[in-house]
């Protein structure tokens, strides 16, 4: 099922578990004059139990639609990078524990270059910077202008960086005939890379 099936599913599973919950404290209420009905107590209490672990479950398929399917299947068609910096910092460690400068952080350590004040190594932050680019839910639109007068060099999907600096692989026009496309797309849907996935309406 796609998200609205799973919220569908959870909301289903959230009312029954609800109405086991309610029919427990019920009999539990009426075993203090028929102790017979603490049986009954007993399966409400399991029926409600096992009904809120399969809500809960639908309702991580759910989240993991709203927050990481669409973010994964881009990182998957190569519309979704993720490049990172790292940047040495520096602790100002000054004589006088009350100079302004004393424990001020840069990457520079001239800034704490004087006669009161030493750098001291305070180790890297790292910095993460993730870029998208245009596609069309499968192929790269720089990929897709791969005709006569074409303004971007094609991108070769399913390709790897050859010894002339070209890529391998197959381009928009080339990628309806590339094998590669067919085993992984038929892994994909197989559940190789996880059970779920979804696109946008175009």
Same mark, same amino acid.
């Given at each position: 099922?796609?998200?609205?099936?799973?919220?569908?599913?959870?909301?289903?599973?959230?009312?029954?578990?609800?109405?086991?919950?309610?029919?427990?404290?019920?009999?539990?209420?009426?075993?203090?004059?028929?102790?017979?009905?603490?049986?009954?107590?007993?399966? #409400?209490?399991?029926? #409600?139990?096992?009904?809120?672990?399969?809500?809960? #479950?639908?309702?991580?398929?759910?989240?993991?639609?709203?927050?990481?399917?669409?973010?994964?299947?881009?990182?998957?068609? =190569?519309?979704?990078?993720?490049?990172?910096?790292?940047?040495?910092?520096?602790?100002?460690?000054?004589?006088?524990?009350? !100079?302004?400068?004393?424990?001020?952080?840069?990457? !520079?350590?001239?800034?704490?270059?004087?006669?009161?004040?030493?750098?001291?190594?305070?180790?890297?932050?790292?910095?993460?910077?993730?870029?998208?680019?245009?596609?069309? =839910?499968?192929?790269?639109?720089?990929?897709?202008?791969?005709?006569?007068?074409?303004?971007?060099?094609?991108?070769?999907?399913? =390709?790897?960086?050859?010894?002339?600096?070209?890529?391998?692989?197959?381009?928009?026009?080339?990628?309806?005939?590339?094998?590669?496309?067919?085993?992984?797309?038929?892994?994909?849907?197989?559940?190789?890379?996880?059970?779920?996935?979804?696109?946008?309406?175009?």
């Amino acid at each position: 099922p796609m998200r609205n099936g799973y919220l569908a599913k959870k909301t289903i599973s959230g009312n029954k578990a609800n109405y086991y919950w309610i029919v427990a404290g019920l009999y539990s209420a009426a075993s203090f004059f028929q102790p017979i009905f603490l049986v009954n107590v007993a399966q #409400a209490l399991y029926m #409600a139990n096992e009904f809120t672990k399969e809500r809960n #479950a639908w309702n991580e398929g759910l989240v993991w639609f709203d927050a990481e399917a669409d973010t994964q299947w881009k990182t998957a068609i =190569g519309a979704r990078s993720f490049t990172s910096t790292s940047s040495q910092m520096f602790r100002c460690e000054c004589h006088d524990p009350n !100079d302004p400068m004393n424990g001020y952080l840069t990457d !520079d350590y001239i800034d704490c270059l004087d006669e009161n004040c030493a750098p001291i190594s305070a180790g890297f932050i790292t910095t993460y910077h993730i870029s998208n680019k245009p596609n069309d =839910g499968v192929v790269l639109n720089e990929s897709a202008m791969n005709l006569p007068g074409h303004t971007h060099e094609p991108v070769k999907v399913m =390709g790897e960086l050859k010894s002339d600096g070209s890529w391998s692989g197959s381009s928009h026009m080339q990628i309806r005939n590339d094998k590669g496309l067919r085993d992984n797309m038929t892994n994909l849907l197989e559940g190789d890379y996880g059970k779920f996935f979804e696109m946008d309406n175009k």
